[in-house]
T-cell receptor, first 111, second 116 residues
Framework: GENVEQHPSTLSVQEGDSAVIKCTYS??????FPWYKQELGKGPQLIID?????GEKKDQRIAVTLNKTAKHFSLHITETQPEDSAVYFC??????????FGSGTKLNVKP | NAGVMQNPRHLVRRRGQEARLRCSPM?????VYWYRQLPEEGLKFMVY????????ESGMPKERFSAEFPKEGPSILRIQQVVRGDSAAYFC??????????????FGPGTRLTVL
């Protein structure tokens, strides 16, 4: 089965700085990699995703990069704001419809 | 355009009772997935269903847990004879039929089950 590792488990940055979260996956057949943001007491919210036919995707302050050869992908948040504070999860699609999730990164943006 | 709906949001059960968790997918979605999240952990896949069919239940415990997605009505995750270890947040997600993004999953707000 798939295994997704996520680092770091906690990340504290100053408002305005950048934050980077990294994930590695084990199944070379995986071809879809979403990122979710989860706020306390809420369900995961899709914030950005990338498919294996592209290497980078950007949406305003958020970007995701994918290195298929090395089997890792990263989330980049620039100009962080306090409202970015949450737990972020990466995921990799396995067997067409099953997602394996990383263990999460708790991001704290200090004002 | 309502998102994925789950109810109840919070459920308290005593050991040995049954828990029923409901999920209504987004409009136009007919694929439903259930995940379990323990405190401070990531989400673990349990089961994937389409209308009247269980497609993949490889993540679901063999005993006490069952899921269904009938032709009419919400998907139900049922836990019989609950134990304290079943305490967790249970999330439902749905994805659309057809199109480019059939693998994109959208999550509901979750049901937080507490077993006393």
């Amino acid at each position: 089965g798939e295994n997704v590792e996520q680092h770091p488990s906690t990340l504290s940055v100053q408002e305005g700085d950048s934050a980077v979260i990294k994930c590695t996956y084990s199944d070379s057949a995986s071809n879809y990699f979403p990122w979710y943001k989860q706020e306390l007491g809420k369900g995961p919210q899709l914030i950005i995703d990338i498919r294996s036919n592209v290497g980078e995707k950007k949406d305003q302050r958020i970007a995701v990069t994918l290195n298929k050869t090395a089997k890792h992908f990263s989330l980049h948040i620039t100009e962080t704001q306090p409202e970015d504070s949450a737990v972020y999860f990466c995921a990799a699609l396995y067997n067409f419809n099953k997602f394996y999730f990383g263990s999460g990164t708790k991001l704290n943006v200090k004002p | 355009n309502a998102g994925v709906m789950q109810n109840p949001r919070h459920l308290v059960r005593r050991r040995g009772q049954e828990a029923r968790l409901r999920c209504s997918p987004m409009k136009g979605h007919s694929h439903v997935y259930w995940y379990r999240q323990l405190p401070e952990e990531g989400l673990k896949f349990m089961v994937y269903l389409q209308k009247e069919n269980i497609i993949d239940e490889s993540g679901m415990p063999k005993e006490r847990f069952s899921a269904e997605f009938p032709k009419e009505g919400p998907s139900i995750l049922r836990i019989q004879q609950v134990v304290r270890g079943d305490s967790a947040a249970y999330f439902c997600a749905s994805s659309p039929v057809g199109g480019v993004s059939t693998d994109t999953q959208y999550f509901g707000p979750g049901t937080r089950l507490t077993v006393l």
